[in-house]
């Protein structure tokens, strides 16, 4: 179960990532193209952001919800020792999740529930009124503050991302014989 939790895990952070900077440098490409309009790079909030939104919700919350059970599963080993006896098995007589790895699995789940936390409160408290103020220019000063404030915020959300994404990755979660 544990080794499922991980992949979904890492998985997540790691394709949370690479959506946000892949939508970034879309952004990017998008407000300087010629191509567009005036009109479309204004409103181009209403048709990418929703997309960006759920995908950064899922993913987030699924790798949440995956460090949750790892987190779990690690105290659970504390007390009913299975893993104690595989490992004892193999000649190991300490805990596979003890130590730096339960707290590494921790910090990876608190970072993770963090950033999923600033996500959720950057869509309700930023993106919903940014949202409300599109298309009917000329936008009122408020709008330069949240449009700030947004980048800000996602630039923290993509860089605690990428610390819980580098943890994930680093951990071994697992010891050698270890079948759970």
């Avoid at 915020?153 to 014989?177: E, F, H, Y």
Wanted: hydrophobic share 45%; aromatic share 10%; net charge positive.
């Amino acid at each position: 179960m544990r080794r499922v939790c991980l992949f979904v895990e890492r998985l997540s952070l790691v394709g949370w990532l690479g959506m946000g900077i892949m939508f970034l440098a879309l952004l990017l490409a998008l407000r300087g193209s010629p191509l567009f309009s005036t009109e479309t790079k204004d409103n181009h909030p209403r048709v990418l952001f929703p997309a960006y939104y759920t995908l950064e919700f899922t993913l987030l919350g699924m790798a949440a919800v995956s460090g949750l059970v790892r987190f779990l599963a690690a105290r659970g080993n504390d007390r009913c020792g299975p893993a104690t006896v595989n490992a004892t098995k193999n000649g190991d007589t300490q805990n596979p999740l003890s130590g730096g790895r339960r707290r590494g699995a921790t910090v990876t789940w608190v970072v993770t529930l963090f950033a999923l936390g600033l996500a959720v409160g950057e869509y309700l408290v930023v993106y919903q009124p940014l949202a409300a103020m599109l298309g009917r220019p000329p936008y009122p000063q408020q709008f330069q503050l949240l449009h700030e404030m947004s980048r800000w915020i996602n630039t923290a959300i993509l860089l605690l991302t990428a610390v819980g994404a580098t943890r994930s990755l680093w951990c071994v979660d697992v010891a050698p014989g270890d079948e759970s």
